[in-house]
């Protein structure tokens, strides 16, 4: 269960399916299924990671 924290979310906007960010999730939290990526905000810890591997910046940081 997330804490709670003054911090905001990942969000998933323009995602084209590239695959880059499998498994890059330590937590487990970013998974991609039948071509659409989703985020498990109970075990996202925002530690920003995915966000780095996105080359379309489609994984966005939101407040
Ligand atoms: S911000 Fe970190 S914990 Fe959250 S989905 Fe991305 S890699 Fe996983
Ligand atoms: S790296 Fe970005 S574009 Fe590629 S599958 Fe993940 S969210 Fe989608």
Excluded: F, W
Excluded at 4 to 23: Q, T
Aim: hydrophobic share 35%; with cysteine; proline share 3%.
């Amino acid at each position: 269960m997330k804490m709670s924290k003054a911090e905001g979310c990942i969000a998933v906007i323009g995602c084209n399916n590239c695959g880059k960010c499998d498994n890059i999730c330590p937590y487990g939290a970013l998974q991609r299924r039948a071509g659409k990526v989703s985020i498990d905000h109970s075990r996202c810890t925002v530690c920003m990671k995915c966000i780095n591997v996105c080359p379309v910046k489609a994984l966005v940081y939101v407040d």
